[in-house]
């Protein structure tokens, strides 16, 4: 026989509630109100992530001075037949391996230079390096990392995020369906590039077909990031902790210390950590940083709350009962045990739902992971030095074919930008001073007195970087600090 549930809050004192009635009163939600629950907090997902789209949809990057075009690509086709006088044509493909040997060594001091300065905040390293830097040299050298860095992260045609819009990148919404929460008031340094600016596809299963098909949906990602940190010392952020949220100097060093509690024991405010990423969603980027915290959202709090919540009450509810009408020691120590059993099993289900999005974390980051420190400057010189070679071959084999003044700048970069839209298939924002600057510091584009622009021929070329390879040999030839400078 079954009974009408009462509620509890309508009884009246000539009906009182017996404890039977009561378990029946608090069982848990049914699964149409949970499932009801998590389809209209995924079709809210859904809607933030087309808001998103449409976003980035109507105000679309601008376009990058990147070029995704290999160098090899681009030397084939400056060095296709017919396009060099008869005399030239064999020498051009020489002329180009000489400009890229001259342009590593470039790319060569320039990376020694840095790593000079990442000496004493490097994190790590296999060999024994001075350490007894004073307070002042470390400073300078940080500055002098800072400038070097960043100068190489443009010469590769990364873009900068200014730190004060980094907060406005954050968002609640997640690809990987993770809440993220990262503050940056906790970094002494915080510099992030990016480079390529695209969208991807993922699947992921669904609540409307029953978690046994996928819906696909569209992000936007970044195909490359660069990140670089350095926390602030202990005593500053508890000065800090101490005037924001008015705590003595004992509760904001706890505080400090909960905040970095996932952080390794031998991280030090003293180090500069250096990271390159491939493929992060726009909408991800917290997960990068070390002191991230993982939430759960509002649809996790909500399905545990009423499954594991309302089955809590349902059981203890029962639990009682028995234990109101039990007489026998045996049966008191099994209701005990039952109501100790459930408690477990549901605060192990908590845990377990947040192990599982500390692996998600985990797992995105290692596969997204490109290089670290001082992998991350090599790879990033490499890339700055592809970069300039292919803006120098597009710049140099123009020049070689036809005559042009300083004021026709623009037009050169329409022309290129359209030969790489006809050839490739590809936009970018051409930036040919940066490659015209480099060719003339070079000596390898001459500007004459009435503004007009030559380039030697390939033949020419080749004797001129041979001349410049001596230079650099020879002690008191080339100023190796030019070199650094991009002079």
């Known amino acids: 026989m079954s009974y009408p549930a009462r509620d509890p809050d309508t009884a009246t004192p000539s009906e009182p509630l017996s404890p039977e009635a009561g378990a029946r009163a608090e069982v848990p939600p049914d699964i149409d109100t949970v499932g009801a629950l998590q389809a209209a907090l995924e079709q809210q997902e859904a809607e933030a992530a087309a808001q998103s789209m449409a976003a980035a949809t109507a105000h679309p990057a601008p376009k990058e001075k990147f070029i995704p075009v290999s160098r090899q690509e681009i030397l084939a086709r400056m060095t296709r037949p017919g396009l060099w006088p008869a005399r030239e044509a064999e020498a051009a493909p020489r002329f180009f391996r000489y400009l890229s040997a001259w342009r590593h060594i470039t790319y060569k001091e320039r990376l ?54 980094l907060r406005d990148l954050l968002t609640k919404e997640s690809v990987y369906q993770l809440d993220l929460d990262v503050d940056f008031d906790d970094y002494e340094e915080c510099v992030v590039f990016w480079r390529g600016a695209t969208t991807k596809k993922r699947k992921r299963r669904s609540l409307n077909k029953a978690y046994l098909g996928h819906v696909e949906i569209e992000y936007p990602i970044y195909q490359r990031l660069f990140v670089l940190l350095k926390l602030k010392a202990d005593e500053e952020r508890i000065r800090e902790l101490m005037a924001k949220n008015g705590l003595d100097a004992k509760e904001a060093r706890a505080l400090m210390k909960k905040q970095r509690g996932m952080l390794p024991a031998e991280l030090t405010s003293d180090q500069i950590h250096i990271k390159l990423f491939k ?122 074919r036809e005559s042009v003044h300083e004021s026709e700048l623009g037009d050169v970069r329409q022309a290129i930008e359209q030969f790489l839209a006809d050839e490739f298939r590809v936009e970018v924002e051409f930036d040919v001073e940066d490659a015209l600057s480099r060719l003339i510091a070079d000596g390898l584009v001459r500007r004459d007195a009435a503004g007009r622009l030559r380039a030697m021929t390939p033949t020419e070329g080749i004797t001129h970087i041979d001349a410049a390879w001596d230079g650099y040999l020879d002690p008191k030839g080339v100023d190796r600090s030019m070199l650094v400078e991009g002079r």
């Open 112 to 165: 020694e230079a840095i790593e000079n300065a990442y000496q004493p905040f490097s994190p790590e390293s296999d060999v024994i390096e001075r350490t007894d830097f004073t307070l002042s040299e470390r400073q300078t050298m940080k500055v002098r990392l800072l400038e070097l860095v960043r100068r190489l992260l443009i010469q590769a045609n990364y873009t900068e995020v200014p730190r004060s819009r």
């Open 279 to 400: 493929s992060i969603p726009r909408d991800d980027i917290e997960m990068l940083f070390p002191t991230t915290r993982v939430k759960f959202r509002l649809k996790d709090k909500l399905t545990l709350g009423f499954t594991a919540g309302g089955g809590t009450v349902a059981t203890i509810a029962g639990v009682a009962t028995k234990i109101l009408v039990a007489t026998n020691p045996v049966t008191l120590a099994m209701a005990a045990l039952t109501m100790g059993g459930f408690a477990f099993r549901q605060a192990t289900a908590v845990l377990n739902q947040r192990r599982a999005y500390l692996m998600v974390l985990a797992q995105n980051l290692y596969f997204h992971t490109l290089a670290d420190n001082r992998g991350a400057i090599a790879l990033l010189a490499s890339r700055a030095e592809e970069e300039d070679l292919k803006e120098e071959m597009l710049v140099y084999t123009l020049l070689c």
